[in-house]
């Protein structure tokens, strides 16, 4: 896997990833052409401008887009550990399983710590994503209890309100 800036070429690829239900099994709903479109223009532009960011993700061997792997600032207000330094990613259904998640977070995980200085990355996701979180636990996050809660941006029938949180 490659981690890179984002290119027009990723666009297509990105809002048909956000547009598939089982790609967004465990967000509140998919995403709207327009509503992908504001995330791929603010995830390029911030990426451009700082050297934080959700780096786009290229398939060494195919040289296809993937999805995203990357370090954010979070403040989501009424959540006790904001503002924070988040690591996450988002890969197409058809990279699932293969270990490309693990491995590039290793490496965005180390670059937060030895390379930014970062002294604290955090985790968080649906409860029931027991995918993200096994990469969590794979990376050496640890889990924190005491930090979950429910997401103020998710309706509160949502199966996906309920999140769990890791931190280094």
Same mark, same amino acid.
């Given at each position: %896997?490659?981690?890179?800036?984002?290119?027009?070429?990723?666009?297509?690829?990105?809002?048909?990833?956000?547009?598939?239900?089982?790609?967004? &099994? @465990?967000? !509140?709903?998919?995403?709207?052409?327009?509503?992908?479109?504001?995330?791929?223009?603010?995830?390029?532009?911030?990426? $451009?401008?700082? /050297?934080?960011?959700?780096?786009? $993700? /290229? /398939?060494?061997?195919?040289?296809?887009? %993937?999805?995203? #792997?990357? +370090?954010?600032?979070?403040?989501? !207000?009424?959540?006790?550990?904001? !503002?924070?330094?988040?690591?996450?990613?988002?890969?197409?259904? &058809?990279?699932?399983? &293969?270990? @490309?998640?693990? /491995?590039?977070? &290793?490496? #965005?995980?180390?670059?937060?710590?030895?390379?930014?200085? +970062?002294?604290?990355?955090?985790?968080?996701?649906?409860?029931?994503?027991? !995918?993200?979180?096994?990469v969590m636990k794979k990376i050496g996050l640890r889990e924190r209890p005491e930090l979950d809660f429910a997401h103020p941006r998710i309706d509160d029938a949502s199966p996906v309100k309920w999140h769990v949180v890791y931190s280094t």
């Open positions: %896997m490659i981690l890179r800036a984002w290119r027009q070429s990723d666009l297509a690829p990105w809002t048909a990833l956000n547009a598939d239900s089982e790609n967004l &099994k @465990y967000f !509140p709903r998919i995403y709207s052409a327009e509503e992908s479109l504001a995330s791929y223009l603010r995830l390029r532009d911030l990426l $451009a401008n700082d /050297e934080l960011g959700l780096w786009a $993700a /290229e /398939e060494r061997s195919s040289s296809e887009f %993937m999805g995203f #792997v990357g +370090l954010s600032k979070q403040d989501i !207000p009424g959540v006790s550990f904001m !503002p924070c330094h988040e690591i996450g990613w988002r890969l197409d259904k &058809k990279y699932w399983g &293969k270990g @490309y998640a693990t /491995e590039a977070a &290793k490496v #965005v995980l180390d670059y937060g710590l030895n390379d930014l200085g +970062l002294t604290e990355i955090f985790s968080f996701t649906a409860q029931q994503n027991l !995918p993200s979180i096994n």
